[in-house]
Structure formats: structure tokens, C-alpha cells
């Protein structure tokens, strides 16, 4: 006996079709071509799969419950693996979700740009192009090896949306980590990649506001693919971007941002190091990168704030920024967990 089906009407109606009972809402929407992004196989751990559910919710699953936090869930912000069909549902997706795609694409470009970070350059072959907006991610799938399980990894585009046709990734090696290890040791030249996306609401706002960037390590991704956009549109921004690394072997594409500030008064870069020798022939910045924008910036209350990195590392930033007067709606950030 064929079983029962529940609707499944999106946005309004924007979209409606029919799921069978006991499916997971994020494999119904997948079936139908609507590609959540999700980076745990649907098992509950990564927190990516957030739909909002306006009608026929089932109660919060205890995964939901430990990685939603309680104003969100009170938003009705559900996890679509967690979610069971046993009802017809209305749920609200951003445009961003909607748009989203596969695609695939050749490695052309294998780079290492520290020890620990290498720089990708992927060439599109279907579909051939990508529309994005600068600071977006996509997620990247390793398939599976030396008997590991295949995984799904979101990473910030680097390269500008000029560039159509490809995707720069700076990805850092997470030690035993399963699809940086991939990538660091197993992936070569010519190899096909498997991408979805762009997602991702991570992009400068409308204003004009003076904006601070603060990245770390691969958190560079995002705001060198934002530099590169608004230098290649000639839009003037007012911009200091602050880039934490522990020694001057961490740091990279300083050349290519040196030469963006020497070109474009309204930018300033600012790499600070935490552990470099005291001996060293280093004459910029030391220290932590918070200590030193708090320097930098004593009153922020005027500007925006951008930050990529871990998640030790944006908190941190967020108790320094809101401490020296910049609203908690004016910072924006990318947690890479
Ligand atoms: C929006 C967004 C954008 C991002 N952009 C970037 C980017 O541009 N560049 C970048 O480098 N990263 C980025 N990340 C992080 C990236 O998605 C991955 O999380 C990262 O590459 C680690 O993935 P992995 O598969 O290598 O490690 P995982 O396999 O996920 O492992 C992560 C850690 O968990 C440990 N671990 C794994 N399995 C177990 C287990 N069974 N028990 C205990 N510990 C375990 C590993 O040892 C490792 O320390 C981004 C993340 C987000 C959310
Ligand atoms: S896909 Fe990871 S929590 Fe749902």
C-alpha cells in the first residue's frame, strides 16, 4: 500500500509539492531539488540544515534543542534532518537556499600558501558559471578514502564574482580532520570536485559605514574575494582589515594586499603576530589581534565590523567590538566551526 503523502508548500506557495510520511525534510527538499546546506550526513551535529517552519512543526528533537538556541526556536527555526514529515508543512526559506546548485568543477590550481593552508583553484564544468555574492560559501564533497566516509565542507569563496567561471577555496588542514586531509593529501590537478551552492548570508551591508574586517588563517577567504570585488568595481569602502597569525610563515597573500593599500587610500591592511621571536626583523604589529584593534579603534560606535575564523576567535572580537561601543546589530560574522 503506497503511503500517505503530506504537502510541502514553500514561501507562500512559491513552490508546493508532495512528501510521503516518516521522510526527512531535508531529503524531501534534496529529492525536490532544493539543496539545504548540510554538513553532517543529516545526522543531527552541524546545526546547517535550519528551515523555518511556519505550520505543522513536530515537537524539538533533542539535537534541535541543544544546537538552536531558544530565541530561535521560538522563531520556529527547526534542523530539516531532525524533522519527520507526519503532517503537511509551511515552511519559509531564504533565496539564498532556493538558488542553490550543484555544480562540478576541475582542480587547476593546487597551492600551498602556508604550512597548513593550501590555495584551490577550481575551473566550472557544469554548469559552467557560478552567481554569487562576495563572502558567500559553498559546500565541497569528498568522496571516500583510505576507508573514511565521504563528507560534506562549507568554505568561503576567496576569488571575486567577476570571475565566473571558477572557485577559490583557502582551506587549512584540521589535523585528522575528514575532507582537509582529503584535500591536503589526496586531491590533485585535473581531479573532478563536487560543489553546492553559493549559501550564505555573510556580505558587506548597504552602508557606507567605516568597516573593520578581522580574520584568521583561512578566515582570509571571504574578505579577500570582498577586496577584490570592490576594487574591481571602483567602489571606495572604508576599510581596515586587521589579519591575526601567529609567525610571519602564517601569513599570505601580503604582497597582493600590501599593494591594494598602496593603491586604494580608503584601505588599510593590518597583520598583527602573536608568536613571532622577539628577534625577529618583524616591524608591524604583535600580539593578540583583539588587543590590537581595541588599540586601533578605542571608539568603534561609528563603524561595522566583518569577522571570519574560529569560533574562539569571534567571540573573543565580539566581547572587544561591543565593549568599545559598536552595536551587537552592526557586527557581522562567519563562524568557521
Ligand atoms: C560558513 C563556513 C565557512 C567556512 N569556510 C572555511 C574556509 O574558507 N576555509 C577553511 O579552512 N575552513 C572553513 N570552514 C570550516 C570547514 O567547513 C570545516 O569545518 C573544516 O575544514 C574541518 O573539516 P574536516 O572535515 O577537515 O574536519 P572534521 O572531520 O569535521 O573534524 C573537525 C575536528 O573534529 C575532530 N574529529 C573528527 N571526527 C571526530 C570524532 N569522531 N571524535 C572526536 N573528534 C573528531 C578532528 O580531529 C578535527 O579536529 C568553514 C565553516 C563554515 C561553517
Ligand atoms: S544536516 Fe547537520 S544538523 Fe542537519
Known amino acids: 500500500?503506497?503511503?500517505?503523502?503530506?504537502?510541502?508548500?514553500?514561501?507562500?506557495?512559491?513552490?508546493?509539492f508532495f512528501a510521503p510520511a516518516g521522510e526527512s525534510l531535508l531529503s524531501v527538499l534534496f529529492k525536490n531539488g532544493i539543496l539545504v546546506p548540510s554538513a553532517c550526513g543529516g545526522n543531527g551535529r552541524c546545526g546547517f540544515c535550519r528551515v523555518k517552519i511556519t505550520d505543522g512543526a513536530p515537537d524539538f528533537t533533542d539535537s534541535e534543542r541543544s544546537l538552536i538556541s531558544e530565541s530561535d526556536r521560538l522563531h520556529r527555526v527547526h534542523l530539516s534532518c531532525q524533522v519527520r514529515i507526519e503532517s503537511d508543512l509551511k515552511i519559509e526559506l531564504p533565496a539564498s537556499t532556493l538558488n542553490a546548485k550543484r555544480f562540478s568543477g576541475i582542480l587547476e590550481e593546487k597551492l600551498l600558501l602556508t604550512s597548513d593552508i593550501v590555495g584551490l583553484r577550481i575551473r566550472l564544468v557544469n554548469p559552467e558559471e557560478i552567481a554569487f555574492i562576495s563572502g558567500q560559501y559553498i559546500q565541497l564533497r569528498s568522496p571516500?578514502?583510505?576507508?573514511?566516509?565521504?563528507?560534506?565542507?562549507?568554505?568561503s569563496i576567496a576569488s571575486p564574482p567577476s570571475d565566473r567561471n571558477h572557485v577559490e577555496l583557502n582551506i587549512r588542514l584540521v589535523p585528522n580532520g575528514l575532507c582537509s586531509t582529503w584535500i591536503f593529501q589526496h586531491l590533485q590537478i585535473g581531479q573532478k570536485i563536487n560543489l553546492t551552492g553559493p549559501y550564505g548570508d555573510f556580505h558587506l551591508s548597504g552602508s557606507s559605514a567605516p568597516a573593520i574586517f578581522i580574520a584568521g588563517g583561512s578566515g582570509m577567504a571571504p574578505f579577500h574575494s570582498i577586496l577584490h570585488d570592490l576594487i574591481g568595481r571602483k567602489i571606495r569602502r572604508d576599510v581596515a582589515f586587521f589579519f591575526g597569525a601567529r609567525t610571519q610563515a602564517d601569513l599570505f597573500y601580503v604582497d597582493e594586499l600590501n599593494r591594494f593599500m598602496q593603491e586604494n587610500p580608503w584601505f588599510q591592511f593590518i597583520p598583527a603576530l602573536s608568536n613571532e621571536p622577539e628577534d625577529s626583523d618583524w616591524k608591524n604589529e604583535r600580539g593578540l589581534i583583539t588587543d590590537v584593534v581595541a588599540r586601533y579603534f578605542p571608539d568603534c560606535s561609528k563603524h561595522e565590523a566583518y569577522l571570519c575564523g574560529s569560533p574562539g576567535m569571534i567571540d573573543s572580537c565580539l566581547k572587544v567590538l561591543t565593549r568599545n561601543g559598536m552595536p551587537k546589530d552592526k557586527i557581522y560574522y562567519d563562524k568557521f566551526a
Open 144 to 155: 571516500m578514502y583510505d576507508g573514511r566516509e565521504s563528507s560534506i565542507r562549507a568554505y
Open 1 to 16: 500500500m503506497e503511503s500517505k503523502k503530506f504537502s510541502i508548500r514553500i514561501n507562500d506557495g512559491e513552490r508546493t
